[in-house]
């Protein structure tokens, strides 16, 4: 293949994880008319993309949604090779993303638990890993901007079928609603209707998920702000960041802590500029996201299902 050619491939594939993170659930006839290629075309980057694990499309749903209430952004350093004890923090159940990172800290580990006693149990478990030299944690006051950006959602707005349906959903958001239907115990007219309602009341963001360090085409970088008084007001203007993709108030050696994306550094080093004029700000620290070693925003273990060729 020419140089012209993997540059195309790679500007396709940009394109096309930008549109899945817009809308996972969108159909290989839609995104090929939108992006001006053929079926057979974007059928094939898309096998690529999910088959070579650059890219996976689940259903995002916020944590108090599924019962986790406590959630903490843990930083860890290793007196043993970074990727071991990455793997061994990823086999925890209650860490959703675990990421090697530049800077102080080689590993990052997020937990997200029902409450504080699981909370506390999984920090000793980290701590009790081989390899595991140190940890420094930020617990989560407000999760102000989640991955996806799904919204809360009250227990009176979703039943036990919604909650079937999205158990799936977390586990592969391009489901069928035949597999879906199967899953939950319902025809597949009801299924489309229930997971239509879930995705239009934002209850659950269906979108690509691509970590860094897949041969993705963006920069991951995350970043921690102390602030002089109170944090409330500066939150707001955080969250109108160019290519910022989480954030939380936390209690710890931060008071925010966030992730922006970006196509490359120089739009990195903007973001962060426009961070750090902001007059509130005394401090701000950053890593950058190298590999991510696992990113799996479910509380439920995996579910069988078929990948459709066409939703």
Avoid: C
Avoid at 96 to 117: K, N
């Amino acid at each position: 293949m020419t140089a012209s050619a993997i540059s195309g491939t790679h500007t396709l594939d940009a394109r096309i994880l930008e549109e899945l993170r817009i809308d996972g659930r969108i159909g290989r006839n839609e995104l090929a008319a939108k992006l001006g290629a053929s079926r057979p075309t974007i059928s094939k980057r898309l096998n690529t993309l999910f088959t070579s694990g650059r890219a996976q499309v689940v259903g995002i749903v916020h944590p108090s949604t599924i019962g986790l209430e406590a959630l903490a952004h843990v930083s860890i350093s290793v007196d043993q090779p970074v990727r071991q004890v990455a793997g061994r923090v990823a086999a925890l159940p209650d860490i959703p993303y675990v990421s090697l990172t530049s800077g102080r800290y080689p590993l990052v580990a997020e937990i997200r638990t029902q409450g504080p006693p699981q909370l506390a149990a999984t920090l000793d478990q980290i701590r009790s890993i081989d390899g595991v030299r140190d940890t420094n944690t930020l617990f989560y006051s407000d999760l102000i901007i989640d991955v996806g950006r799904p919204e809360r959602a009250s227990a009176a707005s979703i039943d036990a079928l919604d909650n079937r349906l999205l158990e799936v959903l977390q586990e592969d958001g391009r489901a069928s609603y035949a597999t879906l239907a199967a899953a939950a115990g319902t025809s597949p007219g009801t299924a489309r209707l229930r997971v239509k309602r879930l995705i239009d009341e934002h209850i659950v963001r269906v979108a690509a998920l691509s970590g860094a360090g897949h041969g993705d085409t963006e920069y991951a970088v995350g970043f921690g702000v102390r602030a002089s008084g109170r944090t409330a007001g500066l939150a707001p203007l955080l969250a109108e960041l160019s290519g910022l993709r989480f954030l939380a108030a936390t209690i710890g050696r931060f008071d925010l802590v966030g992730t922006v994306h970006a196509a490359a550094l120089a739009d990195v080093v903007a973001a962060l500029d426009t961070l750090r004029a902001l007059r509130p700000v005394l401090e701000v620290d950053s890593w950058v996201h190298l590999v991510t070693v696992k990113e799996r925003y479910s509380n439920v273990p995996p579910l069988p299902t078929v990948r459709p060729e066409e939703l």
